[in-house]
């Protein structure tokens, strides 16, 4: 009964698998990340291709959607991949197809009765194992993530000369992708029987995203970030994360990070008013800032002194004694602001002019009009001119009667003094024009 079991399994297998399969996939969902590849038996159910097992016989045409990847594995070994839409042709002879190979009936039915007898020997079945796979490489969304402890961020101001870790809590989502099947395939879902869903691994990749919060907003803040400008940043998030994950993720499951989405982040009560109090003790620091912040607590002080319930005399007393208290301070506060602003109003040259003129023959630190050591006179300043109402200028109009300047295009030389020259060069000693 074995032997004839076995015989009539060989031979309707075998009669099964000729016709030529036509696999197709339909839109994988967002929520499974692999699938296997069925037959596709036609509408109304008219195909006869309705048995069979797992194997893919020569000359079977392959479906592949936009978004989805497509593996063959044969006998537990990845043998085609291919991720490019389109339809294709099986063209292995590892299930010969009497609808593809052989030319007459007799080499034909060669191709049965090798293909029973081999069947024969594995007791009816097949004898091998050909699966097609579809992987959904589209980019999966929604995935939710939130510290439930905070996490340590380095805060660095420059401006005030701030370098402190503190704490803050993030919340948001991200989306990730398969951006290399075989890797998922050999260390992931394996050789699933109907399809993998993303509800598997999504919690251990939460748990991975939240670890590597940490190293990444490290590197984020050494970009000069503040906690407060994640949300502004999140693709420079995306890119750390990948970096950091990428032995985890990339180089053993085949996964990226796409997009890492900040929708709340905030730091403890403590470490947000222990910054807050730094900024403004820095910007206090300036006199505009000090002064102004006097005015301003000075004309508080007034309304509150108006409003004084022992009468407004007697607040104005005491707001006079607080002056006579601070004036000292204040007044010092102003003195610098006015010195301050003689430093900026002071002319550019004046440093210059301190510093004296140097004659042709090397002789610094002249004051006057002629050179202490050999009687030189000072050169012109370049580019003067005499109006013919007899005021020295500098400019293009004259500063006393408004007379433009004659033959602008001519200079005087500041060596020799010769006047009138128009080129690159001194018509009378030859030096180059200043």
């Known amino acids: 009964m074995g032997l004839i079991k076995a015989a009539l399994g060989a031979i309707g297998g075998t009669l099964a698998d000729q016709w030529k399969d036509y696999f197709y ?59 490019e839409p389109g339809n294709y042709t099986y063209d292995k002879n590892s299930a010969a197809s009497v609808f593809v190979n052989g030319s007459t009936i007799m080499e034909k039915f060669a191709i049965l009765t090798e293909e029973i007898g081999r069947r024969f020997s594995f007791g009816g079945a097949p004898g091998k194992d050909q699966r097609i796979y579809y992987f959904n490489i589209k980019e999966i ?23 402190v870790d503190i704490s803050i809590r ?8 398969i951006i290399d099947p075989i890797k998922f395939y050999g260390n992931v879902c394996g050789n699933v029987t109907e399809e993998y869903k993303r509800e598997q691994i999504d919690s251990q990749l939460k748990t991975e995203l939240l670890t590597a919060l940490q190293p990444a907003f490290a590197k984020i803040s050494e970009m000069g970030i503040r906690y407060s400008a994640l949300p502004a940043h999140t693709m420079e998030i995306a890119e750390v994360l990948n970096q950091v994950l990428d032995q985890k993720w990339g180089q053993l499951r085949g996964i990226e990070v796409v997009s890492f989405g900040v929708s709340n982040v905030n730091a403890s009560e403590e470490d947000e008013k222990m910054i807050k109090d730094l900024q403004r003790t820095k910007a206090l620091s300036s006199p505009d800032m000090m002064a102004a912040n006097y005015v301003a607590s000075n004309a508080e002080a007034q309304k509150m002194a108006a409003s004084n ?17 601070g004036g000292g301070n204040i007044n010092s506060v102003f ?4 010195r301050s602003q003689q430093q900026q109003n002071q002319p550019a040259n004046q440093n210059q002019k301190s510093e004296g003129w140097t004659c042709s023959k090397g002789h610094t630190g002249n004051k006057g009009k002629f050179c202490a050591e050999c009687g030189e006179p000072k050169p012109a300043p370049v580019g003067e001119w005499q109006c ?7 400019g293009k109009f004259c500063s006393e009667c408004g007379k433009p300047r004659p033959n602008s295009d001519e200079w005087t030389c500041s060596s020799c003094g010769h006047e009138g020259n128009k080129g690159k060069f001194c018509a009378e000693c030859g030096k180059a024009k200043n």
């Open 25 to 83: 996939c339909e839109s994988i969902p967002n929520d499974t990340l692999v699938v296997i590849g069925k037959r596709h038996g036609g509408s109304q159910g008219r195909s006869s291709n309705t048995s069979g097992e797992n194997i893919i016989t020569n000359g079977s045409k392959l479906v592949v959607n936009d978004g989805q990847c497509m593996i063959i594995v044969d006998d537990g070994k990845v043998a085609e991949v291919c991720a």
């Open 141 to 163: 969304t929604g995935n939710k993530y939130g510290t439930a402890s905070p996490v340590p961020f380095r805060v660095v101001d420059r401006n005030i000369g701030l370098d």
């Open 170 to 177: 993030c919340f948001g989502e991200y989306s990730y992708r």
């Open 309 to 325: 319930s022992a009468g407004a005399m007697t607040g104005f007393m005491g707001m006079g004694m607080a002056n006579m208290q």
């Open 335 to 338: 003195d610098m602001i006015g």
């Open 388 to 394: 013919e109402c007899g005021t020295k200028n500098l």
